[in-house]
């Protein structure tokens, strides 16, 4: 099965559906010189935790959206 992953850049991966939302992770981690811990994944906007296996909500050609996660604080009052 095919997937495109949308981070910076537009990827292609094929991938049998049996790999899970971490190992598409470390893929485009790869890709994108990023660290897995700074990357979050989607799919139709909701967002994919690491254990969760591909083909459970993936179609061929499905697109998944990668974003590196942002640090957050508190704002000065």
Same mark, same amino acid.
């Given at each position: 099965?095919?997937? #495109? @992953?949308?981070s910076?850049? /537009?990827? $292609?991966?094929?991938?049998?559906? $049996?790999e $899970?939302?971490?190992d @598409? ?8 010189? /990023?660290?897995?811990?700074? @990357? ?7 967002? /994919?935790?690491?254990?969760?296996v @591909?083909?459970m ?5 499905? $697109? #998944?959206?990668?974003e ?10």
């Amino acid at each position: 099965m095919q997937l #495109f @992953i949308k981070s910076s850049d /537009l990827h $292609t991966l094929d991938v049998s559906g $049996t790999e $899970t939302v971490a190992d @598409i992770k470390q893929q485009v981690a790869s890709l994108e010189s /990023l660290s897995v811990s700074d @990357i979050a994944m989607y799919c139709c906007g909701r967002p /994919l935790e690491d254990n969760e296996v @591909i083909s459970m909500f993936a179609e061929e050609q499905s $697109t #998944f959206n990668v974003e590196v996660r942002l640090l957050g604080g508190n704002f000065a009052q």
